[in-house]
C-alpha cells in the first residue's frame, strides 16, 4: 500500500512509549493501512521523542505547566492538524482529554488500556486484578470518550494471572500482549474507515488550512475561522458551500470522489479568509 493512500496517524505519549513504538514499526511494512505523521507528547524530555526522532519522525512537545488546558490542547491539536494527521492513537498519555477535545476527533481517537475493560478502568490495573484474585488479566484497544476508558472495545488479550504473580511481573507480560495486539487492531480499525463517506470527508477537508470540525445540531460540520464551509446533511448527503449558497451532493451509490474533493476545497474557497487563501488550498 503506497504511503499517498494510508491514513495519517499521530501518536501522544507521554514516557519511552513502547506502545508507540510498536506502531511506528508496523507502519514500516508495505501493506500496514497507517503512516505515523507526528509523535508528540506533553513532556518534553520524553524518550519516545528522541526515538521516535532518530527514525525520520516528525514530533512535537509542549508542556502544559502554567498554561490553561484549552491552550494546551490547542496547541496539540494545532500540530496534529499541520502534519495532516487523519486519526490518534494513545499510546502511554497520562493525560486527561477534555471533553472538547474529544469531540473534536470523535470516533477518530484509540486507546490501550492495560485491563480487559470494563474492569479496572484507571490506574493500578494489574493490582487491582491480582487481588481481586482473578484467573486473568490483558489489555483491550478502545475507541476513546469523554468518559475515561468507557468507549467501545476494539479487541482484547488474555493473559493469565500465576501464583506469586506482583504488579511488575504481570504488567511485563500484559505489554507482551499490548505490543501485539494494538497494531493489529488499529490497522483493522482503520481499513474499516475505507468505505465511510464521512471519514473520505474528513480526510480531504481537515488538511486544508485552519479547517476544524465542529458539531453543528449534531451532525458532522466542517469550518475555518468558525464558518461552515461543508457539512453532512445527512449520512448520505454533503452540502459544500458556493459562492452563491449551498451544493447538495449524494454520497450514495457510485460516487465521483475526485469532483467531492474539488468540491470540498471549492467551498473551503469562498469561505476562508483572504489571510488563509495565501496559504493555498488542498
Known amino acids: ?15 519511552r512509549g513502547s506502545n508507540m513504538a510498536a506502531l511506528v514499526e508496523a507502519a514500516a511494512a508495505p501493506d500496514c493501512p497507517f503512516a505515523v505523521a507526528l509523535v508528540a507528547s506533553d513532556k518534553p524530555e520524553a524518550a519516545g521523542l528522541t526515538w521516535a526522532a532518530e527514525r525520520g519522525i516528525a514530533t ?9 488546558k484549552a491552550e494546551y490542547e490547542a496547541r496539540i491539536d494545532t500540530a ?14 497520562m493525560r486527561l482529554l477534555s471533553p472538547a477535545f474529544v469531540e ?3 470516533g477518530r481517537i484509540l486507546n490501550i488500556h492495560p485491563s480487559l475493560l470494563p474492569k479496572y478502568k484507571g490506574l ?8 481481586a484474585g482473578d484467573a486473568v488479566a490483558g489489555c483491550s484497544v478502545h475507541v476513546v470518550t469523554e468518559e475515561l476508558d468507557a468507549g467501545a472495545v476494539l479487541g482484547q488479550a488474555e493473559v493469565p494471572i500465576h501464583a506469586g504473580d506482583t504488579a511488575e511481573t ?8 499490548e505490543h501485539r495486539l494494538y497494531p493489529q487492531i488499529l490497522a483493522e480499525f482503520v481499513r474499516s474507515m475505507t468505505d465511510q463517506p464521512l471519514d473520505r470527508i474528513r480526510s480531504t477537508a481537515l488538511v486544508l488550512p485552519g479547517a476544524e470540525e465542529a458539531p453543528t445540531d449534531g451532525r458532522p460540520s466542517f ?16 452540502e459544500v458551500r458556493t459562492a452563491d449558497g449551498w451544493r447538495s451532493i449524494a454520497l450514495a451509490g457510485e460516487v465521483d470522489w475526485t469532483a467531492v474533493e474539488d468540491a470540498i ?4 474557497e469562498v469561505t476562508a479568509p483572504a489571510a488563509l487563501l495565501e496559504a493555498g488550498g488542498r
Open 265 to 268: 476545497a471549492h467551498g473551503w
Open 60 to 68: 512535537f512537545a509542549q508542556s502544559p505547566k502554567g498554561m490553561p
Open 104 to 106: 473534536r476527533w470523535a
Open 170 to 177: 504481570l504488567a511485563a507480560r500484559v505489554l507482551v500482549e
Open 223 to 238: 469550518t475555518v475561522e468558525h464558518a461552515v464551509f461543508a457539512r453532512m446533511a445527512d449520512d448520505n448527503t454533503l
Open 124 to 131: 493500578d490495573t494489574h493490582a487491582r486484578a491480582i487481588e
Open 80 to 93: 496534529l492538524r499541520d502534519a495532516g494527521v487523519e486519526l490518534i492513537a494513545l499510546a502511554g498519555y
Open 1 to 15: 500500500m503506497a504511503d499517498a493512500v494510508r491514513r495519517k496517524l499521530g501518536i501522544l505519549i507521554s514516557g
